[in-house]
């Protein structure tokens, strides 16, 4: 079953305390993307990865880090974690080529952080 | 630089009637325009989306969305709506070429009874 995965699900930390969100795609995609979802404001996207070894920033990446050195695999770090980054938080991965890689688009299921 | 502006932030209806769910957009360049649904608790799911050709584009569950260029919309209907189709609906343009959407803030359709 083609999917993404997010792990935790679910997270209660502290300011100031680096935490990372695993999140992986078993589809061979080579475009995969973090957003963080806040009530009235949408999607908004804070880094994306074209393939491995290559990342950009997204709309909102401040505070945030990525890695991609393996295809399937792109974690989400926060160094140091303050209140404002409160948020729901998605993995997501595209596929295909050209044009087409529009039409495979899975989002993960979600990351709830909460930083005190 | 693109914005997408969806001006309801919440739809009630009734079973079976039909829904129109409104996205605008501006964009300096051609863009690709999607919708999106996302059931409580979950990610978001890929609902439909216009990449070029007919202007009218539609899902497996029967909504449809049209692109219309000169009035820079892609409005998201249903004939006629079940309670299973209460979600947060979001609408997102990406250009030509680029990888980096931007989303609507989202309309809520609630589904009664």
């Known amino acids: 079953e083609a999917q993404v995965t997010q792990n935790p699900r679910y997270l209660i930390t502290v300011t100031g305390k680096k935490l990372t969100v695993t999140c992986s795609q078993n589809?061979?995609?080579?475009?995969m993307s973090w957003y963080r979802q806040d009530p009235g404001l949408g999607l908004r996207q804070i880094y994306y990865?074209?393939?491995?070894?290559?990342?950009d920033k997204g709309d909102v990446p401040e505070g945030y880090k990525v890695s991609r050195k393996e295809k399937r695999n792109f974690p989400l770090i926060l160094e140091s974690p303050s209140p404002n980054q409160t948020s729901l938080y998605f993995c997501?991965?595209?596929?295909?080529?050209?044009?087409?890689?529009?039409?495979?688009?899975?989002f993960g299921p979600g990351t709830r952080l909460t930083v005190l | 630089a693109q914005s997408v502006t969806q001006l309801d932030s919440q739809v009630p209806v009734f079973e079976e009637a039909p829904v129109e769910l409104r996205c605008n957009y501006s964009?300096?360049?051609?863009?690709?325009l999607f919708w999106y649904v996302q059931y409580p608790n979950q990610g978001l799911q890929l609902l439909l989306k216009?990449?070029?050709?007919?202007?009218l584009v539609e899902s497996i569950n029967g909504f449809e969305a049209e692109f219309n260029k000169s009035q820079t919309s892609f409005h998201l209907r249903k004939p006629s709506v079940h309670i299973s189709d209460t979600a947060e609906y979001f609408c997102?343009?990406?250009?030509?070429?680029?990888?980096?959407?931007?989303f609507g803030r989202g309309t809520s359709l609630i589904v009664h009874p």
């Open positions: 997501a991965s595209m596929g295909g080529s050209g044009r087409s890689s529009y039409n495979e688009q899975f």
């Open positions: 589809m061979n995609h080579e475009y």
């Open positions: 990865s074209m393939n491995v070894e290559v990342t």
């Open positions: 964009s300096s360049v051609s863009v690709y």
């Open positions: 216009y990449l070029s050709g007919s202007t």
């Open positions: 997102a343009v990406i250009p030509g070429g680029s990888y980096i959407p931007t």
